[in-house]
């Protein structure tokens, strides 16, 4: 069982930057590969990036390649979103997730754990 606990979001300038974090609760943080997604009011969850258990592997949706940047400290059971050149249209609750499997990492509902979501909106 894990938990986790997203924070660092908030409103901000267009072109600005955002560190989102995700605590998670237990030992077997390693254990789980994890990924961040995002929802606009009226739209589905949307992938947004991914990284393996040991942090060697990164994947991210093409509309934040090069502005977004995903990374985990195994030993402080966080994994955190860095974001840079901010646009309106990141605006979104963004949710951490963690799962046991690799598969199809950019699938929600391949995701075991979900933290509650944290509300980033940018302005124009």
């Known amino acids: 069982q894990v938990q986790l606990v997203e924070s660092g979001g908030g409103l901000v300038q267009a072109g600005g930057s955002l560190r989102l974090s995700c605590a998670a609760s237990?030992?077997?943080?390693?254990?789980?590969?994890m990924g961040w997604f995002r929802q606009a009011p009226g739209e589905e969850r949307e992938f947004v990036a991914f990284?393996?258990?040991?942090?060697?592997?990164?994947y991210y949706t093409d509309s934040v390649k090069g502005r977004f940047t995903i990374s985990r400290d195994n030993g402080k059971n966080t994994v955190y979103l860095q974001m840079n050149s901010l646009k309106p249209e990141d605006t979104a609750v963004y949710y951490c997730?963690?799962?046991?499997?690799?598969?199809?990492?950019?699938?929600?509902?391949?995701?075991?754990?979900w933290g509650q979501g944290t509300q980033v909106t940018v302005s124009s």
């Open positions: 997730a963690a799962a046991l499997s690799y598969r199809d990492y950019d699938n929600p509902n391949k995701y075991d754990y």
């Open positions: 237990g030992r077997t943080f390693s254990s789980y590969v």
């Open positions: 990284i393996d258990r040991s942090g060697g592997v990164k």
